[in-house]
């Protein structure tokens, strides 16, 4: 699980410094949409107790222009165990974002797949062309993003951020500023959050995801915890591969916005 795979960041990230004006039309004025709801379905940890906890992430986003799946966890039998106690309408999902092709955030994607292909899987163009492959043989439509990209009104992915791991992440605008989620932070949450600074030019409300952080000493803990309020984000829910340690230091250092995530955590933002 979230092993490094040999890529070759360099030229897309090189392009990505040198695109920004790819995000110009978002750098508009704020225009808060209506409500918006984040369903943890899929964690290390279960905050209600009906759900499963396991290694991996997966996420619900609804009330934007589509309703997006983020990442599909790691095993399918936990992933629709977890779906079903939730009892959300799959149906409406039109958009799956895929953070990285590692098997704890693509693990539950064939067998939804298999039964609501009518959706666009948007994964960075640099997955495998395997992935792609059996993207389309399961008869959904693939989207391979190069560079910061809007799905739709008040939805973004950040295209691949850099660092050993292809990996992107969401952003998604609430009337209390912007909401970015990540899988597993390989690329440095410090790093994606920059890079939605540089892009849209709205506050970050919330970043919550894996931050990757399971091996960081609490001092590089903290000095991630102090960039990340340098660029104003408001709250934090650190999960997934974080880690314990680096989880209680992030909620000594946010105190009352710091936000427990967890299976089954419904984030109603209006
Ligand atoms: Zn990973
Ligand atoms: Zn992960």
């Known amino acids: 699980m979230c092993q490094s795979r040999p890529t070759l960041r360099g030229p897309l990230v090189l392009a ?24 943890v379905v899929y ?21 934007r222009e589509h309703n997006v799946l983020f990442d599909t966890g790691t095993k399918p039998d936990v992933f629709w165990a977890n779906l079903e106690k939730l009892d959300l309408p799959l149906g409406d999902i039109d958009v799956v974002v895929l953070s990285h092709e590692h098997g704890d955030h693509t693990g ?18 640099g997955f495998s062309p395997e992935f792609f ?29 850099g660092g050993d791991v292809v990996e992107q992440s969401l952003v998604v605008e ?23 600074r540089e892009t ?5 409300h919330l970043a919550f995801g894996g931050f990757h952080l399971l091996r960081a000493s609490p001092e590089d803990v903290h000095d991630v915890i102090r960039k990340l309020k340098e660029l104003g984000v408001e709250r934090v829910g650190p999960t997934h591969c974080t880690g314990e340690d680096a989880i209680r230091l992030f909620r000594d250092g946010y105190a009352s916005r ?3 995530v967890g299976a089954g955590r419904v984030l109603r933002i209006e």
């Open 174 to 196: 609430t009337p209390k500023g912007l909401v970015v989620v990540t899988g597993c932070s390989h690329p440095g949450v410090v790093e994606i959050t920059r890079k939605v």
């Open 108 to 125: 539950g994607l064939w067998s939804f797949l298999d039964r609501y292909p009518d959706v666009t899987v948007v994964a960075p163009a």
């Open 16 to 39: 990505l410094l040198l695109l920004p004006a790819v995000w110009t039309p978002a750098r508009a004025a704020p225009q808060p949409g209506g409500e918006v709801t984040f369903t």
């Open 43 to 63: 964690d290390n940890t279960a905050a209600n107790p009906d759900l499963q906890a396991d290694w991996g992430f997966a996420c619900l986003v609804n009330g």
């Open 258 to 260: 710091f936000v427990t």
């Open 133 to 161: 492959e059996r993207v389309k043989a399961a008869g959904a439509r693939d989207r391979r993003i190069e560079a910061p990209t809007a799905l739709g009104d008040g939805l973004w992915v950040t295209g691949a951020v």
């Open 200 to 204: 849209i030019d709205q506050p970050i």
